[in-house]
Each structure stands twice: as structure tokens, then as C-alpha cells.
Nanobody, 112 residues
């Protein structure tokens, strides 16, 4: 059974930083591309970042230069380092293996 468990969310002031973590189990982690998505209240879920099994990364334009995705295959972990946070980054952040597996989400709130 595949499980993805996010942690690290919280309340931070604009300009601050947070590091999200996602622990994966039940899969051959190193073979899978890992994604972060987010969903703000009243909005559709949007893709944030991806890291492939090769380590190559992609980012949404809205977070490029501020967020960094990384992975530790030995620990079955994926991370999202978020710097220079803005109030519009407020959302529930989800770790995902597209299309089938999603975590429960972790809340990030950025105050102005």
C-alpha cells in the first residue's frame, strides 16, 4: 500500500521560509517522479514542482527561483524548500505520485 505523508507546514510571515517533507512508503521510491501540488481556498489544485528519478527538476513559474525540490532516495523522502514566501503561497501543499497517489496535505499559511 502506497503512503505519502507530508509534514513541515505552519504559519510564517511574508519573506520567511519553510521546508516541507514527504515520506513515501510502499513503492520503489527511486523509480518515481515526485511532485508537489498546492490548493488555496476556493481555487483549483495547482502543480508546484517535480523531481524526476534522474534528479532533474521543474517548477511552476509562480515559485521559480524561490522554491527548491529535492529528494533523498535512501530515506524515501522528498522535500520542498520554500523561501521568500508570499501571502499568495498560502495553501494546502500535497505530495503526489501522479496520477494515483496523494498525501493528506500540510497547511502553509503566510501572513502579510
Amino acid at each position: 500500500q502506497v503512503q505519502l505523508v507530508e509534514s513541515g507546514g505552519g504559519l510564517v510571515q511574508a519573506g520567511g521560509s519553510l521546508r516541507l517533507s514527504c515520506a513515501a512508503s510502499g513503492i520503489i521510491f527511486g523509480l518515481n517522479a515526485m511532485n508537489w501540488y498546492r490548493q488555496a481556498p476556493g481555487q483549483q489544485r495547482e502543480w508546484v514542482a517535480r523531481i524526476r528519478s534522474t534528479g532533474s527538476t521543474n517548477y511552476a513559474d509562480s515559485v521559480k527561483g524561490r522554491f527548491t525540490i529535492s529528494r533523498d532516495n535512501a530515506k524515501n523522502m522528498v522535500y520542498l524548500q520554500m523561501n521568500s514566501l508570499k501571502p499568495e503561497d498560502t495553501a494546502v501543499y500535497y505530495c503526489a505520485i501522479i496520477p494515483n497517489y496523494w498525501g493528506q496535505g500540510t497547511q502553509v499559511t503566510v501572513s502579510s
